[in-house]
């Protein structure tokens, strides 16, 4: 496998521009083409970022706020994460903290000297909300969030809640809610939408029939779950693939071979894994609820893993999922 080195040097901040969308020659190896460039947005001009297919902006790096629950526990990790540079900010309604985050922002963005046009947020229709509920679910994401808009939200599994993962009305269910996060979305409530968990089969559905692509698909995704053929797809289709569980949910950090490559280059196994994904253009989401860790994991843009060491990371692939599982999922 090939791979394309994001350069640490005189970074600015990075596009990945995508294929499609900028007719830059294929590289069928890698995502899309890094480019730099100075910003002339009202995100941060030191924050890596990608370009969506709808022109926004997305942090190549966001906070993942998976089991971050409680107000002084979510202002704490939110101030120390907007210290460490991070822009860009993944709720969902399943994780039930929607509303400790708007509030931490409000309360955090002018303490940095930051505006809501400066911050990307990121949340997620719960599978309870899939079909006729989903622009209710949506609505509500707004609600709590305290916002005018959201500039991500993603059906976060393809399934609903209360159906079995073989029920055919779960085609149907995706079908609606996409339909009302597209109208959503032409009304500027949703900047982008998206999805997460969705297998081949799942996008090729959606694709099939969608007014509005896609603009992000969010996965599991690291050196044993490399998702080459949901890669493959997202780069045909001008869709951003971005990656969750980078880690592993912690299992990868004390693998062998991750501790050998961090030895080797003076950084910690979490900072390692999480280089692998950025330096190949993968938008990357880690979680933690110490502040410490937020700020470690932020380190990732200063340093490039060697070609032989993104290869043997790329080889230890297994297919191995830590989190849960869409395939059976009709």
């Not at 505006?115 to 209710?136: C, H, M, N």
């Not at 969608?210 to 949901?230: G, I, N, T, Y």
């Not at 894994?273 to 502040?291: I, T, Y």
Request: charged letters at 20%.
């Amino acid at each position: 496998m090939l791979y394309y080195k994001v350069s640490s040097e005189s970074i600015f901040f990075l596009i990945c521009c995508w294929e499609r969308t900028c007719q830059i020659p294929s590289m069928s190896d890698c995502d899309p083409q890094p480019s730099f460039f100075p910003d002339s947005s009202t995100l941060s001009s030191l924050t890596p970022f990608v370009l969506l297919n709808t022109g926004a902006r997305m942090p190549l790096l966001g906070l993942g706020t998976f089991q971050l629950r409680g107000p002084e526990d979510t202002l704490q990790v939110v101030d120390s994460a907007l210290s460490s540079g991070y822009r860009s900010f993944d709720t969902a309604s399943v994780y039930r903290n929607e509303t400790d985050l708007g509030h931490a922002l409000r309360q955090l963005l002018p303490k940095h000297g930051l505006t809501r046009e400066d911050i990307f947020i990121t949340s997620k229709l719960g599978p309870k909300d899939q079909g006729v509920k989903a622009r209710e679910g949506a609505l509500r994401s707004l609600e709590l969030l305290d916002l005018e808009y959201i500039d991500l939200y993603l059906i976060h599994w393809p399934g609903t809640q209360g159906l079995g993962v073989g029920d055919l009305r779960n085609p149907k269910n995706r079908a609606q809610s996409w339909e009302e996060l597209e109208e959503l979305h032409t009304q500027g409530r949703l900047r982008a939408i998206g999805v997460s968990n969705y297998t081949p089969g799942h996008m090729k559905e959606l694709l099939d029939v969608c007014r509005v692509k896609p603009a992000v698909l969010q996965v599991e995704f690291h050196p044993c779950l490399v998702q080459e053929d949901l890669r493959r797809l997202c780069r045909e289709e001008s869709v951003c693939f971005q990656a969750y569980s980078s880690l592993g949910t912690g299992s990868l950090l004390q693998d062998p071979l991750v501790v050998q490559v961090a030895k080797g280059c003076g950084r910690s196994p979490a900072q390692v894994l999480l280089r692998w994904a950025v330096q190949q253009g993968v938008p990357v989401l880690p979680k933690s609820s110490h502040p410490s860790r937020v700020a470690e994991n932020a380190r990732v843009f200063d340093f490039d893993l060697k070609p032989e060491d993104m290869e043997r990371l790329g080889n230890m692939e297994s297919g191995q999922k830590y989190c849960w599982d869409p395939s059976h999922v009709v």
